[in-house]
C-alpha cells in the first residue's frame, strides 16, 4: 500500500504538469522572506529580541574572517551620502543594534521600506513603531558611534500595506531636526521615468549593512552593482520553485486520494492559476543572471539607485524581500535576483505625506 502512495509514475505525471525546469533559481530549496529576520517577520522585533545578535555571534564563530557582503565590495568614506542606518532606540550604535536601511528625500525625511517599521502587535494587528524606538544615523559609512544619531518625530507607512505581504512595502519617517553630519539627499523618479529606469538591463547599486557571505554581519557599509531584470522573468523562477517545493505534497495526496491522472492534470492548473505572482507591479526585480550579487538580511528599506549620465544617480528601488537559504545563515550566495519596492508607483503618496507634515 506504501508503494502506491510513493508511485513514480503519478510523481513524473505531476512534474510533467507542472512544467518545472531543473536547477533554476538556487541550489537551496528556495524560502521567499523579508531582508532580516529568517522569516516574515519584523527586522525591529528580530534586532530588539537579541535574536541577531546571536545568530551574528554564531556566525563570527564559524567564519571569523574573509567575509564580504553577497558579490559586493566596501564602500569609499563618503559615497552614498543619502543612505542612513536605523538603530534600536536606547542601545549603542553596532551590527546588532543596526536593524535596517534607508535614504535621505528631504532635509527632514526618510523614506524605507514599510516592513522595517510597521510590525504585528500583540493582538496580531498592524501598528506603526513609535519615534522612541529607534533613532536614524545619518552621514557615515561605519557602524563604529561616528555620524549624527538623530530621534525620530513621525512614521508614515503606505495604507494599503500588510503585515501578512511585501506588496505596498514603502513609508516615510520623519526626523525630529535635520541632521549636522554631512549628507545629500537623492533624487526619486516620477511614473513616466521610472518605466524607464525599470528596464532590463539599466545597471543598478544597492548599498547596504547586511549580512555578507556566512552570516556575517557588516560594520562597514557594502554595495553591489546589479541590473534591472524582466519581473515576468523573476516570477517565473519564482513560481517555478514554490511548485518544486509543492509538488511532491501534491502528487502524494493524489495518490492517496486515487485521484485519476486527467483529474490531478486539472486540478494542479488549477492551484498554478489562483496562486498570485511573488513579485507584484509594485516591485521590480534586480540582480545578475548568473546570480552571485544581491542584497541580504539588514539591508531591507535601503536604496537601489541607478547611476545616470551626469554623474548623479536616482533611487528606482527600496530593498524589500528575495530567497532565504535554507540553512537558515542570511541569503544564498548565487541567488540571481531579489525584490524591490518600485519607487516611481509611489510618488503622489510621498508628495502627499511630506506637503501634509511640513
Known amino acids: 500500500m506504501t508503494s502506491r502512495y510513493r ?31 529568517g522569516a516574515n517577520a519584523s527586522p525591529y522585533s528580530f534586532a530588539a529580541s537579541g535574536a541577531k545578535a546571536e545568530r551574528s555571534e554564531k556566525a563570527s564563530a564559524a567564519e571569523p574572517s574573509g567575509a564580504k557582503v553577497v558579490g559586493g565590495q566596501p564602500a569609499a568614506n563618503g559615497a552614498w551620502p543619502w543612505q542612513v542606518a536605523f538603530i534600536l532606540g536606547g542601545q549603542p550604535i553596532s551590527t546588532d543594534s543596526q536593524f535596517c536601511g534607508g535614504s535621505m528625500v528631504m532635509d527632514r525625511w526618510v523614506l524605507t521600506a514599510a516592513h522595517c517599521v510597521h510590525m504585528a502587535d500583540e493582538a496580531g494587528n498592524g501598528a506603526d513603531l513609535a519615534p522612541g ?47 549636522t553630519s554631512a549628507y545629500r539627499t537623492v533624487e526619486v523618479p516620477d511614473a513616466t521615468y521610472g518605466d524607464i529606469l525599470r528596464e532590463p538591463g539599466i545597471t543598478t547599486v544597492v548599498t547596504g549593512w547586511g549580512l555578507q557571505a556566512g552570516a556575517v554581519p557588516s560594520s562597514q557599509l557594502m554595495q553591489a552593482q546589479i541590473q534591472m531584470l524582466d519581473r515576468d522573468m523573476c516570477n517565473q523562477v519564482l513560481m517555478d520553485g514554490r511548485a518544486e517545493e509543492a509538488v511532491e505534497g501534491f502528487a502524494f495526496a493524489v495518490n492517496m486520494m486515487n485521484v485519476p491522472e486527467e483529474k490531478a492534470y486539472a486540478l494542479w492548473d488549477e492551484i498554478m492559476a489562483a496562486a498570485p505572482m511573488p513579485m507584484s507591479e509594485n516591485m521590480i526585480c534586480s540582480g545578475t543572471y548568473e546570480g552571485g550579487k544581491s542584497s541580504c538580511n539588514g539591508d531591507s528599506g535601503g536604496p537601489l539607485v541607478v ?49 501634509g507634515d511640513p
Do not use: H
Open 7 to 37: 508511485s513514480a509514475g503519478a510523481l513524473a505525471l505531476v512534474l510533467a504538469a507542472a512544467g518545472l525546469t531543473a536547477g533554476i533559481a538556487t541550489a537551496e530549496a528556495p524560502d521567499f522572506t523579508d531582508k532580516d529576520s
Open 133 to 179: 524606538d529607534f533613532d536614524i544615523l545619518v552621514g557615515t559609512n561605519l557602524l563604529d558611534g561616528s555620524g549624527d544619531r538623530v530621534p525620530v518625530e513621525a512614521v508614515f507607512t503606505y495604507p494599503s500595506y500588510s503585515v501578512n505581504d511585501f506588496d505596498y512595502d514603502i513609508a516615510l519617517v520623519k526626523l525630529a531636526r535635520a541632521p
Open 307 to 355: 547611476p545616470l549620465d551626469n554623474g548623479k544617480y536616482i533611487q528606482a528601488g527600496i530593498v524589500s524581500w528575495g530567497l532565504s537559504d535554507s540553512s537558515g545563515r542570511g541569503c544564498p550566495e548565487m541567488a540571481q535576483f531579489s525584490a524591490y519596492t518600485d519607487v516611481s508607483r509611489f510618488v503622489p503618496w510621498l508628495n502627499e505625506v511630506i506637503s
